[in-house]
């Protein structure tokens, strides 16, 4: 699960509604989620709940962006430790399987409305929309020292976070969990030649 790095605003009843909130929407999907569930789910009172928000969309947007602004913050602190535009993709890959396979609820409340004319649903894809530029940016890095095919670098970041997504199905109905770090490096080899990985005389 998300381990949230809260500033001192941010107190431990926001935190438990932010948890219990993704897992009441992947339960129960987005109409069938109720405040009081989120409430009693959260272990607080509804009138503590509607202190911090107002309705249920209001909290549908909150855990939408918070959760993917800390699947950035997790992208970003991984590939600082790397060297080469290569190996920063590798660590995007890895990081992002790892965020799918331990925060599947949150990623299934993500599908779940990633279609649809609503609000919250045009405001969800324009979050995904965002962060797929930000997975662009080590997308062409790569490209530019010739680490991955040249292309349309967008459109390889869709492909590839879409590719993240869905191959990670393997490692959920396959992969016993104690094999985690074995099954997302196959995973990130078959990623990274789907999307044109350049392979150097001696790996090949």
Known sequence: ???????????????????????????????????DEIASNAGVAKGTLYYHFK????????I????????????DEATNNEKSPLEKLQAVCRVQLNLIHENRDFFRVIAS??????????????????????????????MEVGSIKEGNSLFLAYAFLGTL??????????AESDNINGTINNLTDYI???????????QI
């Not at 809260?6 to 992947?26: C, E, L, Q």
């Not at 649903?121 to 997308?139: A, N, T």
């Not at 191959?167 to 396959?174: H, I, P, W």
């Open 113 to 142: 409305q990633l279609w649809g004319k609503e609000l919250r649903q045009l405001e969800l894809r324009d979050i995904m929309r965002r962060y797929v530029i930000h997975i662009e940016e080590f997308v062409k890095a790569a």
């Open 165 to 174: 997504c869905s191959v990670s199905l393997y490692e959920v109905v396959n």
């Open 1 to 35: 699960m998300f381990q949230l790095i809260w500033g001192d605003f941010m107190n431990k009843t926001k935190n438990a509604i932010f948890h219990s909130a993704i897992k009441v929407f992947s339960n129960n999907g987005y109409n069938g989620a109720t405040m």
């Open 192 to 202: 990274l030649t789907g999307i044109g990985l350049q392979k150097s005389t001696d």
């Open 55 to 62: 309705s249920k969309e209001e909290i549908f947007k909150y």
């Open 64 to 75: 939408i962006t918070e959760g993917v602004d800390l699947m950035k913050n997790e992208i």
